[in-house]
Protein backbone atom coordinates (compact mmCIF):
# COMPACT_ATOMS: atom_id res chain seq x y z
CA UNK A 1 0.00 0.00 0.00
CA UNK A 2 1.71 3.58 -0.89
CA UNK A 3 2.40 5.80 1.64
CA UNK A 4 2.83 9.53 1.42
CA UNK A 5 4.56 11.71 4.25
CA UNK A 6 5.78 15.15 3.89
CA UNK A 7 8.02 17.27 5.94
CA UNK A 8 8.07 19.67 7.61
CA UNK A 9 4.41 19.76 8.71
CA UNK A 10 5.04 23.60 9.04
CA UNK A 11 7.61 26.04 7.79
CA UNK A 12 7.63 29.85 8.46
CA UNK A 13 10.16 31.90 6.58
CA UNK A 14 10.79 35.67 5.82
CA UNK A 15 10.19 36.82 2.31
CA UNK A 16 12.95 36.46 0.17
CA UNK A 17 14.09 33.16 1.44
CA UNK A 18 14.29 30.57 -0.71
CA UNK A 19 12.51 27.04 0.52
CA UNK A 20 12.46 23.08 -0.23
CA UNK A 21 9.52 21.37 0.47
CA UNK A 22 10.16 17.23 0.66
CA UNK A 23 7.70 14.60 -0.55
CA UNK A 24 8.38 10.51 0.34
CA UNK A 25 6.61 7.78 -0.94
CA UNK A 26 7.04 4.33 0.05
CA UNK A 27 6.02 2.11 -3.68
CA UNK A 28 8.54 3.37 -6.19
CA UNK A 29 6.80 2.10 -8.93
CA UNK A 30 4.92 5.15 -9.90
CA UNK A 31 3.49 7.14 -13.05
CA UNK A 32 3.27 10.36 -11.63
CA UNK A 33 4.00 12.65 -9.17
CA UNK A 34 1.49 15.65 -8.80
CA UNK A 35 1.98 18.99 -6.51
CA UNK A 36 -0.82 20.70 -5.58
CA UNK A 37 -1.40 24.41 -3.74
CA UNK A 38 -4.37 24.55 -1.31
CA UNK A 39 -5.37 27.90 0.25
CA UNK A 40 -6.98 27.97 3.57
CA UNK A 41 -10.80 26.87 2.74
CA UNK A 42 -10.11 26.72 -1.01
CA UNK A 43 -10.14 23.44 -3.58
CA UNK A 44 -6.64 22.51 -4.61
CA UNK A 45 -4.41 24.39 -7.44
CA UNK A 46 -2.13 22.15 -9.58
CA UNK A 47 1.49 23.29 -9.54
CA UNK A 48 3.64 20.92 -11.23
CA UNK A 49 3.32 17.36 -12.17
CA UNK A 50 6.22 14.97 -13.13
CA UNK A 51 5.75 12.09 -15.01
CA UNK A 52 7.41 9.06 -13.76
CA UNK A 53 10.21 9.24 -16.89
CA UNK A 54 10.97 13.03 -16.12
CA UNK A 55 13.32 14.32 -13.68
CA UNK A 56 12.26 17.50 -12.53
CA UNK A 57 9.51 20.10 -13.69
CA UNK A 58 9.79 24.07 -13.80
CA UNK A 59 6.89 26.73 -13.50
CA UNK A 60 8.39 30.16 -12.58
CA UNK A 61 9.86 30.44 -9.22
CA UNK A 62 8.93 27.05 -8.82
CA UNK A 63 10.79 23.60 -9.47
CA UNK A 64 9.66 19.87 -8.54
CA UNK A 65 12.50 17.10 -8.96
CA UNK A 66 11.59 13.31 -8.85
CA UNK A 67 14.07 10.50 -7.71
CA UNK A 68 12.29 7.67 -8.01
CA UNK A 69 14.57 5.13 -6.90
CA UNK A 70 14.57 6.76 -3.85
CA UNK A 71 11.08 7.65 -3.24
CA UNK A 72 11.66 11.21 -2.88
CA UNK A 73 10.22 14.53 -4.20
CA UNK A 74 10.92 17.80 -3.52
CA UNK A 75 9.24 21.33 -4.28
CA UNK A 76 11.57 24.72 -4.44
CA UNK A 77 10.53 27.82 -4.06
CA UNK A 78 12.70 30.74 -4.94
CA UNK A 79 12.14 34.39 -3.92
CA UNK A 80 9.36 33.34 -1.70
CA UNK A 81 6.71 35.85 -1.31
CA UNK A 82 3.75 36.24 1.04
CA UNK A 83 1.11 35.29 -1.46
CA UNK A 84 3.61 31.73 -1.39
CA UNK A 85 1.31 31.25 1.78
CA UNK A 86 -0.15 28.06 1.83
CA UNK A 87 -0.90 24.46 1.86
CA UNK A 88 1.35 22.43 -0.52
CA UNK A 89 0.69 18.94 -0.75
CA UNK A 90 2.56 16.09 -3.24
CA UNK A 91 -0.05 13.12 -4.68
CA UNK A 92 1.67 9.87 -6.49
CA UNK A 93 -0.31 8.03 -8.89
CA UNK A 94 0.52 4.40 -9.39
CA UNK A 95 -1.14 3.59 -12.81
CA UNK A 96 -2.58 5.68 -15.91
CA UNK A 97 -6.00 4.49 -14.29
CA UNK A 98 -5.59 4.68 -10.96
CA UNK A 99 -6.22 7.70 -8.47
CA UNK A 100 -4.06 9.67 -6.66
CA UNK A 101 -2.41 9.17 -2.92
CA UNK A 102 -1.66 12.35 -0.97
CA UNK A 103 0.65 13.38 1.81
CA UNK A 104 -1.02 15.67 4.58
CA UNK A 105 0.61 18.65 3.28
CA UNK A 106 3.07 21.08 4.55
CA UNK A 107 1.69 24.44 5.69
CA UNK A 108 4.23 27.27 4.36
CA UNK A 109 3.91 30.82 5.96
CA UNK A 110 5.92 33.64 4.19
CA UNK A 111 6.68 36.40 6.52
CA UNK A 112 6.62 40.04 5.28
CA UNK B 1 -11.84 26.25 -19.81
CA UNK B 2 -14.54 26.04 -17.40
CA UNK B 3 -12.95 24.26 -13.82
CA UNK B 4 -14.48 21.34 -11.63
CA UNK B 5 -18.05 22.75 -10.43
CA UNK B 6 -19.24 21.90 -6.88
CA UNK B 7 -22.30 22.82 -4.82
CA UNK B 8 -23.25 23.65 -2.50
CA UNK B 9 -20.15 25.04 -0.77
CA UNK B 10 -21.41 24.72 3.17
CA UNK B 11 -23.50 22.48 3.94
CA UNK B 12 -24.27 22.16 8.25
CA UNK B 13 -26.65 19.56 9.29
CA UNK B 14 -27.66 17.69 12.54
CA UNK B 15 -26.29 14.15 13.05
CA UNK B 16 -28.67 11.41 11.43
CA UNK B 17 -29.88 13.94 8.82
CA UNK B 18 -28.98 13.51 5.15
CA UNK B 19 -26.70 15.42 2.34
CA UNK B 20 -26.20 15.66 -0.82
CA UNK B 21 -22.83 16.84 -2.65
CA UNK B 22 -22.86 17.51 -6.45
CA UNK B 23 -19.77 17.90 -9.14
CA UNK B 24 -19.55 18.74 -12.56
CA UNK B 25 -16.60 18.18 -14.06
CA UNK B 26 -14.48 19.60 -16.65
CA UNK B 27 -15.53 18.62 -19.86
CA UNK B 28 -14.33 15.54 -22.02
CA UNK B 29 -12.98 14.30 -18.34
CA UNK B 30 -14.15 10.58 -18.05
CA UNK B 31 -12.60 10.45 -14.86
CA UNK B 32 -14.27 11.63 -11.61
CA UNK B 33 -12.79 11.22 -8.07
CA UNK B 34 -14.26 12.47 -4.84
CA UNK B 35 -12.07 12.72 -2.15
CA UNK B 36 -12.52 13.36 1.72
CA UNK B 37 -10.48 16.14 3.53
CA UNK B 38 -10.50 16.03 7.23
CA UNK B 39 -9.02 19.40 9.32
CA UNK B 40 -5.01 19.02 8.99
CA UNK B 41 -4.70 15.93 6.93
CA UNK B 42 -4.27 14.89 3.25
CA UNK B 43 -7.62 14.29 1.11
CA UNK B 44 -8.30 10.54 1.03
CA UNK B 45 -9.76 8.72 -1.51
CA UNK B 46 -13.73 7.87 -1.17
CA UNK B 47 -14.90 6.43 -4.92
CA UNK B 48 -13.00 7.10 -8.59
CA UNK B 49 -15.57 6.97 -11.93
CA UNK B 50 -14.34 6.20 -15.23
CA UNK B 51 -17.52 7.57 -17.40
CA UNK B 52 -20.43 6.22 -15.38
CA UNK B 53 -18.47 3.17 -14.19
CA UNK B 54 -16.90 2.48 -10.78
CA UNK B 55 -13.27 1.90 -10.94
CA UNK B 56 -12.02 1.96 -6.92
CA UNK B 57 -14.44 2.37 -4.10
CA UNK B 58 -12.41 0.16 -1.50
CA UNK B 59 -12.73 3.21 1.15
CA UNK B 60 -16.14 4.52 0.60
CA UNK B 61 -18.31 3.79 3.77
CA UNK B 62 -20.95 1.89 1.97
CA UNK B 63 -23.09 1.70 4.77
CA UNK B 64 -23.66 5.34 4.79
CA UNK B 65 -21.57 6.76 1.54
CA UNK B 66 -23.63 6.55 -1.97
CA UNK B 67 -22.13 7.96 -4.73
CA UNK B 68 -23.36 7.68 -8.90
CA UNK B 69 -22.43 8.92 -12.10
CA UNK B 70 -25.50 8.88 -14.29
CA UNK B 71 -24.47 9.29 -17.82
CA UNK B 72 -20.96 9.84 -17.17
CA UNK B 73 -20.89 13.60 -16.77
CA UNK B 74 -22.23 14.76 -13.64
CA UNK B 75 -22.24 12.98 -9.92
CA UNK B 76 -23.30 13.08 -6.93
CA UNK B 77 -22.36 11.86 -3.45
CA UNK B 78 -24.91 11.13 -0.38
CA UNK B 79 -23.98 10.66 3.30
CA UNK B 80 -27.38 9.01 5.02
CA UNK B 81 -26.93 8.97 8.20
CA UNK B 82 -24.36 11.49 8.76
CA UNK B 83 -22.41 11.08 11.56
CA UNK B 84 -20.15 13.54 13.53
CA UNK B 85 -16.83 12.59 12.26
CA UNK B 86 -17.98 12.73 8.44
CA UNK B 87 -17.18 16.67 9.01
CA UNK B 88 -15.03 17.35 6.74
CA UNK B 89 -13.99 18.94 2.82
CA UNK B 90 -15.49 16.86 -0.17
CA UNK B 91 -13.22 17.58 -3.26
CA UNK B 92 -14.43 16.60 -6.57
CA UNK B 93 -11.98 15.95 -8.95
CA UNK B 94 -11.57 15.02 -13.06
CA UNK B 95 -9.13 13.83 -15.05
CA UNK B 96 -8.54 13.29 -18.95
CA UNK B 97 -7.74 9.63 -19.57
CA UNK B 98 -7.19 7.91 -23.24
CA UNK B 99 -5.44 9.64 -26.20
CA UNK B 100 -2.41 11.36 -25.71
CA UNK B 101 -3.20 13.81 -22.67
CA UNK B 102 -1.41 13.66 -19.52
CA UNK B 103 -3.99 12.60 -16.32
CA UNK B 104 -3.69 15.65 -14.63
CA UNK B 105 -6.13 15.72 -11.96
CA UNK B 106 -8.22 19.22 -11.42
CA UNK B 107 -10.01 19.56 -8.30
CA UNK B 108 -13.58 21.57 -7.51
CA UNK B 109 -13.43 24.59 -4.79
CA UNK B 110 -14.68 21.75 -1.93
CA UNK B 111 -18.06 21.44 -0.08
CA UNK B 112 -17.17 21.78 3.91
CA UNK B 113 -19.67 19.92 5.70
CA UNK B 114 -20.29 20.06 9.25
CA UNK B 115 -22.00 17.99 11.24
CA UNK B 116 -23.23 19.14 14.44
Known amino acids: KQEVTQIPAALSVPEGENLVLNCSFTDSAIYNLQWFRQDPGKGLTSLLL?????REQTSGRLNASLDKSSGRSTLYIAASQPGDSATYLC???????????FGPGTRLSVLP | EAGVAQSPRYKIIEKRQSVAFWCNPISGHATLYWYQQILGQGPKLLIQ????????DSQLPKDRFSAERLKGVDSTLKIQPAKLEDSAVYLC??????????????FGQGTRLTVV
Open chain 1, 50 to 54: IQSSQ
Open chain 1, 91 to 101: AVKRNYGQNFV
Open chain 2, 49 to 56: FQNNGVVD
Open chain 2, 93 to 106: ASSLVGGTGIPEAF
